[in-house]
């Protein structure tokens, strides 16, 4: 986790404001058009997968679940939206 820290000034006033960012999932390609989706604590969250459907290139997203089924989540027109199903 990120943690931000801003400081803005009115007049003779300074304020310090936090904010804390929280990193999306990370991705690791298994092999070509094979992603492993996982958290920052690097659990596994699911896989994503590369595929063509009637010419048009999509990602399937899947979610691995209680460590022993996959669970198929959908397809999406761009890897980082399949990516972000998973959070």
């Given amino acids: 986790m990120t943690t931000i820290q801003a400081k803005t000034s009115q007049a003779t006033t300074s304020q310090a404001a936090t904010r804390t960012i929280s990193p999306g999932p990370g991705l690791r390609r298994v092999r070509d058009g094979y992603w492993r989706v996982t958290a920052a604590s690097g659990a596994v969250l699911g896989y994503v997968e590369e595929v ?22 959908g397809e999406f027109a761009a890897l980082d939206e399949a990516t972000e199903s998973l959070r």
């Avoid at 009637?54 to 997203?61: I, Q, S």
């Avoid at 979610?63 to 022993?68: E, F």
């Fill in 52 to 73: 063509t459907d009637e010419g048009r290139l999509r990602f399937r997203a899947k979610r691995l679940h209680s460590g022993l089924r996959i669970l198929a989540i």
